[in-house]
């Protein structure tokens, strides 16, 4: 058995899987290893798990982030630590 990568395995499931015909897949797959059957499945769920991810990154920047990064940022700048701000009554609207 050679070692191959979880990637490279992938790889060969996803290009011999180009080049098959419709009608061929059912074939190959009953006449395929257990093995190949499996890394074909892992592919599958490989492949629509990065179709479902939707982008976030723009998102990032937008969060506060932590409480301690919140504090410092706020006595960095100048105003009171965040204990202080969360403590203040809200003021009337």
Partial sequence: MTSESYAE?????LKAARNIEPKR???KMVEA????NLLRAAAL???LSMIETV????LLGRKLG???SQDHRRT???SSNLMEARQKRATWR
């Fill in 25 to 27: 897949i059912e074939e």
């Fill in 45 to 47: 769920v490989a492949v």
């Fill in 33 to 36: 290893h257990p093995r190949q």
């Fill in 55 to 58: 982008d976030e990154r723009g």
């Fill in 9 to 13: 395995s992938l790889e060969e499931v």
């Fill in 66 to 68: 932590s409480a301690w």
């Fill in 76 to 78: 960095r700048m100048g």
